[in-house]
């Protein structure tokens, strides 16, 4: 099984419609993220949380809402699906040492907003 | 202007070439450095990880720094072409204690049997 498992990974909605995107992890970090990658712009972060009570936006939060539900369950939320949200979703952990680098991350949900 | 440039390719190269790719920041506080790898359908997989300036060598990768330059490199020898994927460069100040990265766009090579 992989250590970051993203649900569901593939998924078509309409525009308007909620979506929720999980992820679960077992490698016991503290740390997780959500990234959405889009072709010529690369990985950029959405929201960060280092635990359950800790949750920071990143760079392009609007639109999007997270939960912890635990140190293993970090969830994606579009309230209100749009177009342009259309992409692929990324989640990554990583443990707390200060001078790792390594992000771990899942095998991605590619979302499609008609 | 981005953070982090990055050619998107594609790079076709020959089986048993050796590859060069870059990128460049305009961030001189950007202290850790780190190239991904990310194959078709998959998520990005760390490849190498260099702090501050220097060269580091795993194998057939090597990741060479130089921040006066503000320019970073990842060389392959023998390409092979399991090689073919996606090249993501990645990196962050030493003082920030959210940890986050700023990625490259990725540069896509095909390796050519």
């Known amino acids: 099984d992989a250590d970051v498992t993203q649900t569901p990974r593939n998924r078509i909605t309409k525009t308007g419609k909620r979506i929720m995107l999980e992820c679960s992890q077992t490698k016991g970090h503290d740390r997780m993220y959500w990234y959405r990658q889009d072709p010529g712009l690369g990985l950029r972060l959405i929201y960060y949380s280092f635990d359950v009570k800790d949750i920071n936006k990143g760079e392009i939060s609007d639109g999007y809402s997270v939960s912890r539900q635990a140190q293993a369950k970090f969830s994606l939320s579009l309230e209100s699906a749009i177009p342009n949200q259309t992409a692929l979703y990324f989640c990554?952990?990583?443990?707390?040492?200060?001078?790792?680098?390594?992000?771990?991350f899942g095998e991605g949900s590619r979302l499609t907003v008609l | 202007q981005k953070e982090v440039e990055q050619d998107p390719g594609p790079l076709s190269v020959p089986e048993g070439a050796i590859v060069s790719l870059n990128c460049t920041y305009s961030?001189?506080?950007?202290?850790?450095f780190m190239w991904y790898r990310q194959y078709s359908r998959k998520g990005p997989e760390l490849l190498m990880y260099t702090y501050s300036s220097g060269n580091k060598e795993d194998g057939r990768f090597t990741a060479q720094v130089d921040k006066s330059s503000k320019y970073i490199s990842l060389f392959i020898r023998d390409s092979q072409p399991s090689d073919s994927a996606t090249y993501l460069c990645?990196?962050?100040?030493?003082?920030?204690?959210?940890?986050?990265?700023?990625f490259g766009s990725g540069t896509r090579l095909l390796v050519r049997p």
């Open positions: 990554a952990t990583r443990d707390g040492t200060p001078q790792a680098g390594e992000l771990f």
């Open positions: 961030n001189s506080a950007f202290q850790y």
């Open positions: 990645a990196m962050r100040p030493r003082m920030d204690s959210s940890y986050k990265l700023i």
